[in-house]
Structures are given as structure tokens and as C-alpha cells.
């Protein structure tokens, strides 16, 4: 296990950083247009600090020195804004602190360094800019992409160097690792293409120029030439290159400076590099190829385990060539992330009942998917792509094994999997949480960075999620193009007798920006840390391993202190010193402050067969309303269980609700009266997990979809194939029942006599019914009725081709049960088809991946649950009247359920960001940043002013 920390010093920096925070005001000087395509930024925060003088025109003059120590005994913080212009081969200069001087500018202020040009200039570098960087030291790095060249920049003079970092192929990303101690340079790491590597060299470090620094400590820039007391430029030869796994698309130096993270645009894995030999030492194993930093020392999967390409449980076999793997979306090992269902197939045991074949999983003949059993066939109604003889993608590859791209010979496609492609990587400040972009599904992929262990968001926060919700990472609107992590730290409460005795919150998370215009904000988890030492508090930074594990049943069962409520499993931790908190989130941070609910009772159809039913059950008056107590009903199970008086009380009074909605529980720290600190269960609506929809709930209902007009009459009698509809999908289950609602016709469309036995004399809409007896993807199987309830006549002769020789209408219904349907989550099904049967989806063992229930019974559904409550009995009756449909009326409720679920996000405007930037401890306080190229301009917000007040557009 590797295991990297600076949460000491980053303690250090959040504290310094809220005492820093300042209010922003709108800017009083119209910008003059100056930047061109700014591609990228970066914050120089070195050794050179930079303040502003005066206006001219709107842009300002530098001022420049080495950072020290104010008369205050304050220290000075670097923080210079620079701006690779793409189309302006040059790099802009932006003062990122508040002027001190005359403390009238508290925006970013793009500066100018020649007021005797006309407009604002920048420093002049390379065609074409696409990334800029800088670390500690003195220098930044600006990447030419046309020049394949790297200009040096200056920064005690904010000149460019006369010579660039020539290389032999186009560079694509730079960063600058900072430098280990005040004598040693830190790293620069350029990612090359063609082919693709990683070129390392110690960053260029310049001296400040002493013979151009005034009596204020102040340098004239005039007077001091860019390459004045300068490293020499390197070459490429002079670099050590390392060989990379695919092309790189962004990189990030960890907290530490020992490591560097890579993703890539043609790979579904992301790298770690040690460039020190102090990271190096972190790894028992040491390097992945060669033996010293820099080299490669870990890989870890952005997505499911048999498609990531790698070895995820240490068996030599990758992905296609993993017998645990039937596809991308499976995992190469039971405990690993994949969304296939999980059986003996998948298992890597050898299953054989008797005397075992030694064939494991895919291996077995026996085996075709991964949920099935090794001694229990699936009967394929098609042969697989993978053993079909053909080449069905035109590579020229025909079949497992000449087909890399095939799962084995149960591969249902030759079609290779084509990386994600990830287009942006942060990590965070504390070492915790790795964030990489996948694009292409709309989402943000998180590892646990301390354990280099993909998390899987789904289940990471220890609690049910919706079955709806399939996605690895955290979903987000579309589409996402950057991503920057940041940790926040807030004291909650002080003990007012004890200064060392303090409640502190910290919040792992993210910005990420989308081509829509907005960037959001992602909590992927947040801790409350009690301190009784300050100096423990760094252990607060210290997080337990994903999913986290606790009694979530108990935990919802109600509120209170743990001596209440004994449910914080892994969410709890104390130490000397500290006693902490955890909360695993990994959603979009809900900024509404009202929960999710139902509203109201809704409505209700009432069959006139169920009126007739419930009046006859009385003498004299009885309420038929939708919330008459004798009639079956949803009811929120907890209004349910108080007790037959006070339900009839409740449900005569209507106060109520149909449903309870999912709930989530959270851990808090809450400070007494007597100065001590109690930890307690709170328990809110899991608003992000809510679909606003109206619902509906039927006895006997149809299920959707199932209305169709294009079954097909086998030869054989009783089965049924349809067209165009995936039945296992659509959730027609074993027990249910088909009506043919078509009148049976000969080849010439009349009614042969032998066929009157389909024809009823009363004209029942359901007389021609049979149960389902065996569902299929395209076909099912029927079976006769026996008629056990007075009333019921059914046909009793199974449908033929001979008598229903064109194709028939019908439709599907359960039978003695009630369906649950969204508006928009639809009927949800269990069941998909594999190889010609209806087997398991991922999930399916979830009690919440339901969408039926009978009466008396509790529903659980994906996102809320009620009690299917049978009615009262009336006075004189044994039992509550049934639920009663006719051939033409429902017996139904509807209810809507309101979402009141609001991501935080910023309004941008921004068409192409290419970048998204969350800066703490800049001397004019916190500062979110995105650049766009396509809109020329970049995007600044004060984080610490609420409201659009700190919104600046620099252009």
C-alpha cells in the first residue's frame, strides 16, 4: 500500500488561507481586449512576489521582488497569473493580488509590460501556446505545440529566455513539481507525442538580479536581461524520457512533489510516476520497468476491471484474456467493479458438482455468461460473434482466439472496446482523491489516491442507491471538459474556555467545467473533526477506505445521539487528540436547502366493480372517496405501522402520505451545553437520488408497453413471438397474464368453426386470457387458466396458428398483484436477455430493483417505499374488500413526488473551457478561474463573496 501525506502543512495553508479571504468588488476599469485564446493558466506562487502600480488604460505596470517578510511580520504570498495566448504566441500576465499600495484593485488585472505599445503586452514565446506552469522556484514553462519547443520563462524579470527546450516532436502538457528545499530545483515533466513520452529534467532556476534591484527591493526590469543569472536552457538529450502507455492528455504534480499523475485519450488507465527517489521509496514494488526515478510506478483502472487494461488481481491475465471477463462492463474477480451479474461463471473456482473438470469460468464449455451456473448450460438461440466463423468487424480477425478484441469464444462482439478517453486529472491537496473527466459519459471517475484504488460511486457511500443509477463515477450535465480538486476547511465551534478544544469541518471535492456553461461542484466526501490537540488535527485528514461500512438499516431507523442510535460503524474514528467523522458523499453538492417529497394524496380511478363491491359490504352510506379506509391503498409505511386507531384516524383526517422517499444518513458533531461534544445520527431525504415524476400504481395493470398489435401465433400451440420488443427487458414475468384481444381468423380472415371456442358470447374483453408460463426475450410460452374464482371464464383450448393465422393484438397484465410506473423512470424490470433466455440484470438482487407488490405488502422501490395497506375490514366483515378491476375500468392511484434537488454550480458562459482552476490562499482571497479559448476570455468568481458580485470576466 502506498501512503502519501503533506496534511500537516496543508492544515497550515487552510488555516492561513481563511484568514486571508477578502471581499471583492467590481472592477472600476474597463479591461482593454487583449487576450487570444487563452488556452491555459497557471499561479506562479515562488519566490517572486508581484504587486501593481496605477492604471494605464486599464492594464497595469508590475512591480517586481523577491518575497520576504512585511514590517507586520507578515509573509509575503507569490501569486502571479499566467496565460498561454494561444493564437497570441504569448503569455499574458495577470496581477492575481490586491494592491497593497493604493488597495483600490481587488480583480485580476491583466499587467502590461510595455506601456509604450499601444493595448497590453504580453511575453513573447513559441507559435502556438497550449500549457503553461510553474512551480516554486523562479521560472515558469510555456509549451509551444507548433514550435515542438518549450520557451523558459523568467520570472524575476517576466521575460522569456532567447533559447527554448527544443524537442524532436510536439510537446503537449508541462508541469513544474516544487522544489524540495530552498537549495534544490524542482522537477519539469513535458509529455511528448510521436511517439509518446515523459521528458524530465531539474526545472531552469534564474538568480534575482541584483544589480537591477532598488533601494525598496524592487527590480527594474529594464535593466535586467531575461537570461541574466540563468541555468543554461537543457536539451532534450540532457532529460531522461520515459516510454508511455498511450497519449497523454493532462498530467498533475501530487501534494508532495515526489509524484506525477498521467491520463490518457487512448487508454481507460491512469499513471503514476515517481520523479524522486523519496516517491520512488513509497512503492515496495519499485518500478514498473527500470530500477531508480523517474519511472512509472503504478497504474490504476478508470473503469470496469475487464476493460481497464490491466491486471487487477495479480494473475498475469488482462481484460479479454481473463476467464472471470465476458465483457467490458464485467470484473476480473468477484470483489471488483463491474456491472454484470456475478455467478459460478465468475467466481474463479471450479464449480463442477462430483468430480470437477478443472475448467474454471469462461473456460468451462458450460459457461456463457457470467451470472450463469458451471453445470447448468444456457441454450443460445444464435451463435456468438466470438465462434460464428465470421469476421464480423472487417479486421481481418475472425473468432476467438485470432480476435484479440474477444471475450473467449462466449465474446458477443469482435468489435474491440474503444478507450474512454479522458480529458482532465486533479488531485487534491490532502492526497486523498484522484478526479479524471470521462467525457464520453458524462461523469467524473474518483480514486481513493492514498490506496491508488479506483471507488466506485455507486455503493462508496455505504448506503443503497438508486437501482436507476449505473454510472462508475459522479454523474454531471454535459459535458465535462476539466476538472480541479480542492479541500476546504471551516471551524464549526470554538470551546470558549479552551482554545486547544475546537470542532473543524473539512470538504473533499471538485470543480468541474462543462461546455454548457456552467461548472459544478462535486462532494465527494466530508469530515467533522473534533480537536482536543492542535496539533492532532492533521488526522483528521486521514480517511478509511471506500465503501466505508456501517448499519445503514439501523442508521435510517431513527435519529439521535450513538448512545440512541449505535450505527457509526467505519464513519467513526478517534485518536489521540481528535475524534472524527466521515460522511462519503461522491454526488453533486445539493445547494437547495428543502427536501424532496411526495405531494399530497394524488388521485385515484375507481372501478364502478371494486364501487359496487365496497357499497355492498355496508348497509347504508360508505365513502368510495380515494381515501376511504376500507380500500386498499398506498400508504407511507410509517403511518402504516402506528397502530390500527391511529391509522383510521390518520387516513380519515388525510393526513398522510402515499410514500416515504429514500433517506440517507449523516454523522454530526454537536457541541453541549457543558463544553463536551456528542456525535449524532441525522437522517434527511437522499434528494439526489429523487426523480421528479408523477406515479402510478395498478392492480392488475398493464404492463408498459405490452399493448401491441404484432404477435405472432406459433406453429406450435400456446407460444407467442413478438416483434420489435424485448420482453425480458420490458419485465413480463412468469405468472403473468396475455389476452389476445383479436378475433381469431383463418388464412381467407374468417372464423372456422373449429375456432368458436375462442369466441365468447357475452364479447369479454378478456375471455381469450391465458397465464404466461415461460417469458423469453421474443416469444412466450402459455398455459390455460384453471378457474378457481366464481365469476372468472377464461378460454380453455391454447391459441393455434390455424385460428389466429395473422397477426393478433394483445396485451399483458400481472395477475393478483399491483405495478409501480414512473412518468419517467418507467416499469422498471430485473431481467435482460442473455443468449436467447431472461436472466438477472446487475442489481437485480436488490430489494429496491422492484417495481410490484401485493396487497398487504411493503413496496420498496428504487427511490421510495410505501405499504400496500390491504383496508380496513367493515364492521361485520371478516376481512377488507379486494381489490376489484373490470375489462375496461383500472383500479389505480397517482401521485407525484417533487425533487427538490439543485446542484451548485456557477453560471459561465464559457463555450469551450479547456481548464477550471479553484485557488486558495491567493492574498486577495479564494478564486475560482476558467479559461475559453472559443470565447476569448477567461472567467474569474470570488469565492468568498456570496451572489454574482465577485464575477469578473477578463478578456
Avoid at 464549526?492 to 461548472?519: E, L
Wanted: charged share 25%; glycine share 10%; net charge negative.
Amino acid at each position: 500500500m502506498m501512503r502519501l501525506t503533506n496534511a500537516t502543512a496543508l492544515v497550515g495553508a487552510l488555516i492561513l488561507g481563511a484568514g486571508l479571504s477578502a471581499g471583492c468588488s467590481e472592477d472600476d476599469f474597463e479591461q482593454p481586449a487583449s487576450l487570444q485564446s487563452p488556452r491555459a493558466m497557471t499561479i506562479a506562487r515562488g519566490q517572486v512576489c508581484m504587486t501593481s502600480s496605477a492604471p494605464f488604460g486599464g492594464a497595469v505596470r508590475p512591480v517586481l521582488s523577491e518575497c520576504g517578510t512585511t514590517e507586520e511580520g507578515v509573509e509575503e504570498v507569490s501569486a502571479i497569473g499566467l496565460v498561454a495566448n494561444q493564437t497570441g504566441n504569448s503569455v499574458g500576465v495577470i496581477d492575481m493580488t490586491r494592491n497593497t499600495r493604493e488597495d483600490t484593485q481587488r480583480t485580476p488585472r491583466l499587467v502590461d509590460l510595455d506601456p509604450a505599445v499601444p493595448g497590453v503586452t504580453h511575453i513573447p514565446v513559441g507559435n502556438s501556446p497550449v500549457d503553461v506552469a510553474a512551480g516554486t522556484g523562479t521560472t515558469a514553462y510555456a509549451v509551444n505545440q507548433a514550435d515542438a519547443s518549450v520557451s523558459v520563462i523568467n520570472l524575476t524579470v517576466l521575460k522569456a529566455l532567447q533559447d527554448d527546450i527544443v524537442f524532436d516532436e510536439a510537446p503537449k502538457k508541462v508541469v513544474v513539481t516544487p522544489k524540495p528545499s530552498a537549495d534544490a530545483p524542482g522537477t519539469l515533466v513535458v509529455a511528448l507525442t510521436n511517439p509518446s513520452r515523459l521528458w524530465t529534467h531539474d526545472e531552469v532556476e534564474c538568480a534575482f538580479p541584483q544589480n537591477a534591484i532598488d533601494e525598496e527591493g524592487n527590480i527594474d526590469r529594464d535593466q535586467a536581461p531575461a537570461d541574466t543569472g540563468c541555468d543554461d536552457v537543457p536539451t532534450q538529450d540532457a532529460g531522461q524520457t520515459i516510454a508511455l502507455p498511450g497519449t497523454v492528455s493532462d498530467l498533475v504534480v501530487g501534494p508532495t512533489g515526489d509524484l506525477v499523475y498521467a491520463v490518457y485519450t487512448d487508454a481507460n488507465f491512469a499513471s503514476v510516476f515517481a520523479v524522486t527517489d523519496t516517491g520512488l521509496d513509497t512503492f515496495d514494488d519499485g518500478c514498473l520497468e527500470g530500477d531508480a526515478a523517474p519511472c512509472e510506478v503504478a497504474r490504476v483502472g478508470l473503469t470496469f476491471g475487464c476493460s481497464d487494461g490491466i491486471d487487477n488481481e495479480g494473475d498475469g491475465l488482462v481484460d479479454q484474456n481473463d476467464p472471470q471477463c465476458y465483457g467490458p462492463r464485467g470484473s476480473e474477480s468477484p470483489d471488483g467493479i463491474g456491472r454484470t451479474p456475478q455467478g459460478e461463471c465468475s467466481d474463479g473456482v471450479d464449480n463442477e458438482e462430483g468430480q470437477p473438470d478443472g475448467l474454471i469460468d469462461r473456460q468451462d464449455p458450460d459457461c456463457l455468461y457470467s451470472g450463469g451456473a458451471e453445470d447448468a448450460p444456457i441454450v443460445a438461440d444464435a451463435t456468438l460473434a466470438c465462434m460464428d466463423g465470421r469476421d464480423n468487424d472487417d479486421d481481418g480477425q475472425t473468432d476467438y482466439p485470432a480476435d484479440d478484441a474477444c471475450y473467449g469464444d462466449v465474446g458477443r462482439t469482435e468489435r474491440a472496446a474503444e478507450p474512454l478517453g479522458y480529458t482532465s486529472v486533479s488531485i487534491d491537496p490532502a492526497g486523498n482523491f484522484l478526479y479524471a473527466v470521462d467525457q464520453a459519459n458524462n461523469q467524473v471517475i474518483v480514486v481513493d489516491a492514498t490506496r491508488l484504488e479506483l471507488i466506485d460511486a455507486f455503493d462508496a457511500g455505504g448506503r443503497d442507491r438508486t437501482p436507476f443509477s449505473s454510472q462508475l463515477g459522479i454523474s454531471v450535465p454535459p459535458a465535462p471538459t476539466a476538472v480541479d480538486a480542492l479541500v476546504e476547511r471551516d471551524v464549526t465551534w470554538q470551546d470558549p474556555q479552551d482554545d486547544s478544544h475546537y470542532i473543524v469541518r473539512y470538504v473533499f471535492g471538485a470543480f468541474v467545467a462543462t461546455d454548457g456553461g456552467f461548472v459544478y461542484n462535486l462532494n465527494a466526501a466530508s469530515v467533522e473533526c473534533e480537536v482536543t490537540d492542535p496539533a492532532a488535527e492533521a488526522n483528521c485528514l486521514d480517511l478509511p477506505a471506500f465503501p466505508i461500512e456501517y448499519d445503514v438499516e439501523e442508521c435510517l431507523g431513527g435519529e439521535g445521539t450513538l448512545e440512541e442510535v449505535d450505527c457509526a460503524g467505519e464513519r467513526l474514528v478517534e485518536g489521540d487528540g481528535f475524534r472524527q467523522v466521515v460522511n462519503p458523499n461522491f454526488q453533486l453538492q445539493d445547494s437547495s436547502d428543502r427536501q424532496s417529497r411526495v405531494r399530497g394524496l394524488g388521485t385515484c380511478e375507481n372501478p364502478q366493480v371494486f364501487v359496487d363491491a365496497l357499497r355492498a359490504s355496508l348497509d347504508g352510506p360508505v365513502d368510495v372517496s380515494c381515501t376511504s379506509p376500507l380500500r386498499p391503498q398506498p400508504i407511507d409505511p410509517f403511518a402504516a405501522s402506528v397502530g390500527d386507531d391511529a391509522l383510521a384516524a390518520a387516513i380519515e383526517d388525510r393526513e398522510f402520505d402515499r410514500a416515504s422517499l429514500l433517506q440517507q444518513s449523516t454523522l454530526g458533531l454537536e457541541p453541549t451545553d457543558e463544553g463536551s461534544v456528542a456525535v449524532e445520527n441525522f437522517v434527511s431525504v437522499a434528494d439526489q437520488a429523487i426523480v421528479q415524476e408523477s406515479v402510478t400504481v395498478t392492480w392488475e395493470g398493464v404492463i408498459p408497453g405490452t399493448n401491441r398489435d404484432d404477435g405472432i401465433v406459433a406453429e406450435e400451440p400456446g407460444e407467442l413471438t413478438v416483434v420489435g420488443l424485448d420482453l425480458c427487458e420490458t419485465g413480463v414475468q412468469e405468472g403473468d397474464r396475455l389476452t389476445i384481444l383479436s378475433t381469431p381468423v383463418d388464412p381467407n380472415g374468417e372464423i372456422p368453426s373449429q375456432c368458436d371456442i375462442f369466441v365468447d358470447d357475452q364479447d369479454a374483453r378478456d375471455f381469450r386470457t391465458w397465464e404466461i408460463s415461460e417469458v423469453r426475450p421474443d416469444a412466450l410460452v402459455l398455459s390455460v387458466i384453471a378457474e378457481e374464482d366464481e365469476g372468472e371464464n377464461f378460454v380453455d383450448e391454447l391459441p393455434s396458428r390455424g385460428c389466429f393465422a395473422e397477426g393478433v393484438r394483445y396485451e399483458i397484465r400481472a395477475n393478483d398483484e399491483w405495478i409501480v410506473v414512473g412518468d419517467r423512470s418507467g416499469f422498471l424490470s430485473d431481467r435482460t436477455s442473455v443468449l436467447g433466455t431472461c436472466q438477472p440484470k446487475f442489481g437485480a438482487d436488490d430489494a429496491r430493483f422492484n417495481a410490484r407488490v401485493q396487497t398487504g405488502e411493503l413496496f420498496e422501490g428504487p427511490y421510495f417505499s410505501f405499504q400496500l395497506f390491504e383496508g380496513f375490514a367493515p364492521e361485520g366483515a371478516q376481512a377488507p374488500v379486494d381489490p376489484a378491476r373490470s375489462a375496461d375500468e383500472e383500479f389505480s392511484y397517482r401521485f407525484s413526488v417533487e425533487r427538490n434537488f439543485s446542484p451548485d454550480s456557477y453560471r459561465t458562459t464559457t463555450v469551450l473551457p479547456t481548464q477550471v482552476l479553484a485557488e486558495n490562499n491567493l492574498p486577495a482571497g479564494r478564486w475560482l478561474i476558467v479559461p475559453d479559448p472559443a470565447s476569448n476570455f477567461i472567467y474569474f468568481r470570488a469565492l468568498d463573496i456570496r451572489g454574482d458580485e465577485g464575477v469578473f470576466l477578463l478578456q
